[in-house]
C-alpha cells in the first residue's frame, strides 16, 4: 500500500516567492496534519485537518502561511511571501479515527529559502 | 517551553550498550508515543502506551508509561548500528483534541 506522499521532496527558492507544499493522505485516513521540523524547536503541529475540515491551526507561524484540503486525497501548504525563517524539512501525516492510532508520516519536503 | 522534556538530547554508545532515554512533562497524558525517525524520512511509530504503569517490550526496547502518566521511558538492551536514529516521544492530552506534541527528541548513534 502506498503510504503519505509528498512532494516536492527539495525545494530551494528565493525569499519573497510563493511555496507550495503537497500532500496525498493513505487512502481512508480521516485526519491530515501538517509539521514542521527544525533543529532549533523540533517537530511542531502547524494545523490538523478531520475529514477535511480544519480543526485546530493555533501552530500555523503567521498569516503568510494557509492550508487547504479541498478533498479527502489532497492537501496544501502555502507560504506567501516565503522568508528565510521559514526554511525547514515539513511533514505531512494521516491517521484514521481513534486516540491511540499512529500518525503515518511523508518522507517530508526540504524546503530552503535563500 | 517543550512540554515534553527528553533526555539526554544526544547519545553515541558502543555496540552491544544499554541505555535509557527518558521523556518527561508537568502534564497528563492520556497516551503517549514513541517514534523513531531515520535520515531522509518521517517518524514511524514504535509503541503506544496509555495506561499509568503500562510497560510494553518490542524485542530489545522495553518502555515504560509513568504511573502518573506524565512521564516514560524507552530502554534499549544490547544496542546495535541499526539502532541509529532520532527518538521521539509524542504525547496527547485529554483536553487537546487530536492535537499532539511532540518533544525535541534523543539522537542515538550505535557504534560498530
Known amino acids: 500500500d502506498a503510504g503519505v506522499i509528498q512532494s516536492p521532496r527539495h525545494e530551494v527558492t528565493e525569499m519573497g516567492q510563493e511555496v507550495t507544499l503537497r500532500c496525498k493522505p493513505i487512502?481512508?485516513?480521516?485526519?491530515l496534519f501538517w509539521y514542521r521540523q527544525t533543529m532549533m524547536r523540533g517537530l511542531e503541529l502547524l494545523i490538523y485537518?478531520?475529514?477535511?475540515?480544519?480543526?485546530?491551526d493555533s501552530g500555523m507561524p503567521e498569516d503568510r502561511f494557509s492550508a487547504k484540503m479541498p478533498n479527502a486525497s489532497f492537501s496544501t501548504l502555502k507560504i506567501q511571501p516565503s522568508e528565510p525563517r521559514d526554511s525547514a524539512v515539513y511533514f505531512c501525516?494521516?491517521?484514521?479515527?481513534?486516540?491511540?492510532?499512529?500518525?503515518?508520516f511523508g518522507d517530508g519536503t526540504r524546503l530552503s529559502i535563500l | 517551553t517543550q512540554l515534553l522534556e527528553q533526555s539526554p538530547q544526544f547519545l553515541s554508545i558502543q555496540e552491544g550498550e544499554n541505555l535509557t532515554v527518558y521523556c518527561n512533562s508537568s502534564?497528563?497524558?492520556?497516551?503517549l508515543q514513541w517514534y523513531r525517525q531515520e535520515p531522509g524520512e518521517g517518524p514511524v511509530l514504535l509503541v503506544t502506551?496509555?495506561?499509568?504503569?503500562e510497560v510494553k517490550k518490542l524485542k530489545r526496547l522495553t518502555f515504560q508509561f509513568g504511573d502518573a502518566r506524565k512521564d516514560s521511558s524507552l530502554h534499549i538492551t544490547a544496542a546495535q548500528p541499526g539502532d541509529t536514529g532520532l527518538y521521539l516521544c509524542?504525547?496527547?492530552?485529554?483536553?487537546?483534541?487530536?492535537?499532539?506534541?511532540f518533544g525535541a527528541g534523543t539522537r542515538l548513534f550505535v557504534k560498530a
Open positions: 501525516a494521516s491517521s484514521v479515527q481513534g486516540n491511540n492510532q499512529p500518525q503515518h
Open positions: 485537518f478531520n475529514n477535511n475540515v480544519p480543526i485546530d
Open positions: 502534564s497528563v497524558f492520556s497516551s
Open positions: 502506551v496509555v495506561t499509568g504503569g
Open positions: 509524542a504525547g496527547r492530552r485529554n483536553t487537546g483534541g487530536f492535537k499532539t506534541i
Open positions: 487512502s481512508g485516513h480521516d485526519y
